[in-house]
């Protein structure tokens, strides 16, 4: 049984590799700022056990004060018919952009410069590390009309083919998106009213990934999560337990 234990509290050896570039833009990056896109990748990649490695670019943006706090953008190229195309599928190009016209004002993104708390965070802030897990989000699937099947003959949408209206996996998972047009957010409504895959985060609040976000990536694109440190700590009994509990969770 204790054996068990710690099997599942280490994590099978194989596991996601996401792998950033920094580029200079409208900001040069840094320290700080690199190391909550650092963490937010760490946490993305001890979530996921899949063997397979994901380049991304990260950018500054100018867009403006009406605009977004970060948006992926995401290109293919020389993608040959029939391919099943994955976030890793060479051709494949991800490009994350943050807009530094927030970064200054009544109202700015921050980046915490301890990402493992947010005790910090102030309530002016749009947390930067939220907007980091967010748009990797997008990048790992959160993603309607990109990440097609059989690209170009039968082209199916790992997503958008599980989405019935707005409904993500009727009679299953059972999710609301946020909208026709908005297939690749969910509401901002009802159970996962504040989940962090709704269309806009507020100030001053942290937003990490849910198990509903593990869920839906799951059912589309067959990514396997690895043990959350509750069902070992479920699986665990007594002193054991509560030594799990200190070192798994993540606060
Ligand atoms: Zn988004």
Do not use: C
Not at 24 to 52: F, P, R, S
Not at 109 to 133: K, Q
Not at 169 to 194: K, R, T, V
């Amino acid at each position: 049984m204790l054996g068990l234990l710690v099997l599942l509290s280490v994590g099978p050896a194989k596991a996601l590799s996401i792998v950033p570039t920094f580029t200079d833009g409208a900001e040069t990056w840094t320290t700080v700022q690199k190391d909550v896109i650092n963490y937010a990748i760490g946490q993305w990649e001890g979530l996921i056990v899949d063997n397979q490695t994901i380049n991304v670019e990260f950018d500054f943006t100018n867009a403006g004060t009406s605009s977004y706090l970060g948006q992926w953008f995401v290109t293919a190229s020389g993608i040959s018919a029939g391919t099943d195309v994955y976030p890793w599928t060479p051709g494949v190009t991800h490009l994350i952009h943050l807009n530094a016209d927030y970064f200054s004002g009544e109202y700015y993104t921050w980046f915490d410069p301890t990402p493992g708390t947010d005790g910090d965070l102030p309530l002016e802030g749009w947390d930067a590390l939220s907007v980091a897990y967010h748009e990797l989000g997008h990048m790992l699937g959160y993603a309607n009309g990109f990440y097609f099947d059989d690209a170009g003959i039968t082209h199916v949408d790992k997503w958008g083919s599980l989405i019935t209206g707005t409904t993500f996996d009727p009679g299953g998972l059972n999710i609301e998106m946020a909208g026709l047009g908005n297939l690749g957010h969910l509401a901002d409504s009802g159970a996962l009213a504040g989940d962090l895959m709704v269309p806009t985060t507020p100030n001053g609040i942290r937003r990490e990934v849910s198990s509903s976000n593990q869920d839906m990536l799951s059912l589309a694109y067959g990514y396997t999560f690895a043990p959350e440190p509750s069902t070992a700590l479920l699986l665990g009994m007594g002193l054991m337990g509560l030594a799990l509990r200190r070192s798994s969770f993540v606060r």
